[in-house]
């Protein structure tokens, strides 16, 4: 009785409830139903704290179990489960060859090196893809390409620009979105310098200027150690 009362109240859209329930069993997506909910009231994704809440008659550590069993089942995959539904919104809320931006980002907590891309829509960030890197720090020109190798068949009937910090400006990335027909907007440090005219450079911070659009062609380190980019 408590399980019917509680999939009633958690409402999923129709198409959303049809695409899970291919590859969870009515149990497993009953549960996917109460952690997403519990997850959107709690405001919190720790095991733990999900578990304490959880509306199942057992004892706590059983149903730490649980959700660690659930969270194992092998067609959880982004592959499976969300590329289908983010395709789906697409299709709903997007037409085709409308210009859609995408955020490259790394997080670090500790020994954890996050790296995601996200879909930005109405101010938020939608997340797409995200993979932990086997090392800490930068990601390097290899990791980068692969992630969004996940991500950019989704959007083969749309205008992708690329956003992206600091981190990710270099020569290599760009020329490999330019093949991918991909437009991309990445920051740069304001002591890095630009060839303006033949053979003079000049730093980003001393052309008063807010927006700058480069095209990126070469790059080479200057006698002072800053990073000078041809445009």
């Known amino acids: 009785m408590?399980?019917?009362?509680?999939?009633?109240?958690?409402?999923?859209?129709?198409f959303y409830q049809i695409h899970l329930q291919k590859y969870l069993t009515p149990s497993q997506f009953l549960v996917m139903t109460i952690l997403l909910s519990l997850i959107q009231s709690?405001?919190?994704?720790?095991?733990?704290r999900l578990a304490r809440v959880f509306p199942w008659l057992i004892t706590a550590e059983s149903r730490r179990?649980?959700?660690?069993?659930?969270?194992?089942?092998?067609?959880?995959?982004?592959e499976l489960i969300w590329f289908?539904?983010?395709?789906?919104?697409?299709?709903?809320?997007?037409?085709?060859?409308?210009s859609l931006s995408i955020a490259?980002?790394?997080?670090?907590?500790?020994?954890?090196?996050?790296?995601?891309?996200?879909?930005?829509?109405?101010?938020?960030?939608i997340p797409l893809y995200w993979s932990l890197l086997p090392?800490?720090?930068?990601?390097?020109?290899?990791s980068q390409t692969t992630n969004l190798q996940q991500v950019l068949p989704l959007f083969l009937e749309y205008k992708v620009i690329l956003l992206g910090d600091r981190e990710f400006c270099s020569?290599?990335?760009?020329?490999?979105?330019?093949?991918?027909?991909?437009?991309?907007?990445?920051?740069?440090?304001?002591?890095?310098?630009?060839?303006?005219?033949?053979?003079?450079?000049?730093?980003?911070?001393?052309?008063?200027?807010?927006?700058?659009?480069?095209?990126?062609?070469?790059?080479?380190?200057?006698?002072?150690?800053?990073t000078c980019y041809r445009i």
């Open 2 to 14: 408590l399980y019917t009362c509680l999939s009633k109240k958690i409402m999923i859209r129709t």
């Open 42 to 48: 709690e405001k919190q994704v720790r095991l733990e």
């Open 65 to 78: 179990r649980k959700l660690q069993r659930f969270l194992d089942v092998p067609n959880l995959t982004l």
């Open 84 to 98: 289908p539904l983010i395709t789906y919104w697409l299709a709903t809320y997007c037409r085709s060859g409308q």
């Open 104 to 125: 490259i980002d790394r997080s670090q907590w500790g020994c954890i090196n996050l790296f995601m891309v996200s879909l930005i829509w109405e101010r938020r960030a």
């Open 135 to 142: 090392k800490l720090g930068s990601s390097n020109f290899e």
């Open 171 to 226: 020569v290599d990335l760009g020329n490999w979105l330019k093949e991918k027909g991909v437009s991309f907007c990445l920051r740069l440090k304001k002591n890095h310098c630009i060839e303006t005219e033949n053979l003079v450079w000049q730093r980003l911070d001393k052309l008063g200027i807010v927006i700058l659009n480069l095209f990126i062609l070469s790059r080479k380190k200057s006698e002072k150690n800053s």
